[in-house]
């Protein structure tokens, strides 16, 4: 089974033979759901840090401008403000927490596809011996 991203951890043992399958099913399933939410949340968060980043971006560079720095430096020279650099600190924070979400999305699509596909390979060995 393939482990969720940090944050997303199941309190489950999704190879744990001892819980009926249905119920890891269930686990996986209900897991998805918590990752969207939290992707969507995420999302949200990122999109508003990018906006602020921009437009410290955009204060920093005319300052900059207006102080009299060379224009081929102002673009460097902005990243590495105080405010700037912040806000591009928290953008790609942002991004990263949005993008574990998504991941964890994908992993537990897995691991309830991988125990869908056990739970049909039990019902066909149960028709056999039948």
Same mark, same amino acid.
């Given at each position: 089974?393939? $482990?969720?991203?940090?944050?997303?951890?199941? $309190?489950?043992?999704?190879?744990?033979?001892?819980?009926?399958? #249905?119920?890891?099913?269930?686990?996986?399933?209900?897991?998805?759901?918590?990752?969207?939410? +939290? +992707?969507?949340?995420?999302?949200? /968060?990122?999109?508003?840090? =990018? *906006?602020?980043?921009?437009?410290?971006?955009?204060?920093? /560079?005319?300052?900059?401008?207006?102080?009299?720095?060379?224009?081929?430096?102002?673009?460097?020279?902005? %990243?590495?403000?105080?405010?700037?650099?912040? *806000?591009?600190e928290r953008r790609l924070a942002e991004e990263v927490g949005y993008k574990n979400a998504v991941e964890a999305i994908q992993c537990y699509k897995l691991i309830a596809r991988l125990l869908n596909d056990e739970q049909q390979r039990? #019902? =066909?060995? +149960? %028709?056999?011996?039948?």
């Amino acid at each position: 089974m393939p $482990d969720p991203p940090e944050g997303f951890e199941s $309190d489950m043992a999704f190879d744990d033979e001892s819980i009926p399958l #249905w119920v890891r099913i269930d686990e996986a399933l209900r897991m998805v759901l918590i990752a969207q939410k +939290a +992707a969507k949340h995420r999302g949200i /968060t990122w999109a508003r840090c =990018e *906006a602020e980043y921009y437009t410290a971006k955009a204060e920093e /560079t005319f300052g900059l401008y207006e102080d009299g720095t060379p224009a081929t430096v102002i673009a460097q020279v902005a %990243k590495g403000m105080p405010r700037t650099n912040a *806000a591009l600190e928290r953008r790609l924070a942002e991004e990263v927490g949005y993008k574990n979400a998504v991941e964890a999305i994908q992993c537990y699509k897995l691991i309830a596809r991988l125990l869908n596909d056990e739970q049909q390979r039990e #019902w =066909e060995q +149960a %028709k056999r011996t039948t």
